[in-house]
């Protein structure tokens, strides 16, 4: 079991910007995927981004240029710098976890499929993001 935690969220104005934090605490022992997704109002859960196990970023084609994700020296900690946000950012944000092996972790791509595939197994309860005009 995973517990993740998500904190952050917050109403601003389009332009603004917030910072999204997850907390996954079980990863600071065991090797972890983390990833963040957004349900935006009447819409289907979709990615946002992750951080593959060789630390590289990968963003939804719609925040890449707004949004940076990073992790702490522990790897329980999973941030979401968001810019430049949009009224079509309002939406709730919801972090997602998995343990993976170590021959996973060596592959370099797992996170890449948990993510795409939305098969993140641990949830959180999502903290809510709405940018106004």
């Known amino acids: 079991q995973v517990h993740v935690v998500e904190s952050g969220g917050g109403s601003v104005q389009a332009g603004g910007s917030l910072t999204l934090n997850c907390t996954a605490s079980?990863?600071?022992?065991?090797?972890?995927?983390m990833a963040w997704y957004r349900r935006r109002p009447g819409q289907e859960r979709e990615e946002v981004a992750t951080?593959?196990?060789?630390?590289?970023?990968i963003y939804k084609y719609t925040v890449k240029d707004r949004f940076i994700i990073s992790q702490d020296k522990t790897k329980s900690i999973l941030n979401l710098q968001m810019t430049s946000l949009t009224p079509e950012d309002t939406a709730m944000y919801y972090c997602a976890a998995e343990y993976i092996s170590t021959s996973d972790f060596r592959r370099g791509d797992r996170c890449y499929r948990l993510y795409i595939h939305e098969t993140f197994p641990y949830w959180g309860q999502g903290t809510q993001v709405t940018v106004s005009s």
């Open positions: 079980e990863c600071e022992t065991r090797r972890c995927c």
């Open positions: 951080i593959e196990t060789d630390g590289r970023p």
